[in-house]
């Protein structure tokens, strides 16, 4: 998720978003409402690859329709088998 933020909120909650970096979220830094800078994993960071892969199926679902009336416990109960 991608989160705008003023550059004075960032400077003065610098280790709350770091907090949010660590759980998945992605910042963007505003100055007078224009975006300058984006606050995001370091590379090699281990959560990153989760975040995308986050990204890439909330992406899917926005773009594919549901396929309706199926019942997925029957789904599930037959994969047991």
């Known amino acids: 998720m991608n ?7 960032a ?4 280790p709350e978003l770091l ?8 910042y963007t830094i505003t100055l007078r409402g224009e975006a300058v800078a984006d606050l995001v994993p370091a590379e090699g960071n281990k959560n990153s690859d ?4 986050v990204d890439d199926m909330l992406s ?3 773009t ?7 019942d ?8 047991r088998a």
Request: hydrophobic share 40%; proline share 0%.
């Open 3 to 9: 989160i705008k933020v003023g550059s004075y909120e």
């Open 60 to 62: 899917f679902m926005r």
């Open 19 to 26: 907090r949010g970096i660590q759980a998945g979220n992605r």
């Open 72 to 79: 997925l416990k029957a789904l599930i109960n037959e994969g």
């Open 11 to 14: 400077k003065t909650k610098l």
């Open 50 to 53: 989760a975040v995308a892969a």
């Open 64 to 70: 594919h329709k549901s396929v309706g009336d199926v």
